[in-house]
């Protein structure tokens, strides 16, 4: 059986933390910005951890396992 490809748009958007966790950036940062407050923008420069429910779709996709 051929191995499992990872999907190409979740390689540029996932990264995997030491402790096995998904890394993840912030959305509504690249244009319109305007508009938004200083704070905001600022907020949604660090990047965030994926959401437990969600976590097992995304590892599916990165091919890492169930």
């Given at each position: 059986?051929?191995?499992?490809?990872?999907?190409?748009?979740?390689?540029?958007?996932?990264s995997?933390?030491?402790?096995?966790?998904?890394?993840?950036?912030?959305?509504?940062?690249?244009?319109?910005?305007?508009?938004?407050?200083?704070?905001?923008?600022?907020n949604l420069?660090?990047?965030?951890?994926?959401?437990?429910?969600?976590?097992?779709?995304?590892?599916?996709?990165?091919?890492?396992?169930?």
């Amino acid at each position: 059986m051929p191995k499992m490809k990872v999907k190409s748009s979740a390689k540029k958007r996932f990264s995997i933390t030491g402790t096995g966790k998904i890394k993840r950036k912030h959305a509504y940062k690249s244009h319109i910005l305007t508009k938004k407050a200083k704070k905001r923008k600022r907020n949604l420069t660090h990047s965030a951890l994926v959401s437990p429910g969600d976590e097992g779709n995304i590892k599916l996709i990165l091919t890492i396992g169930k």
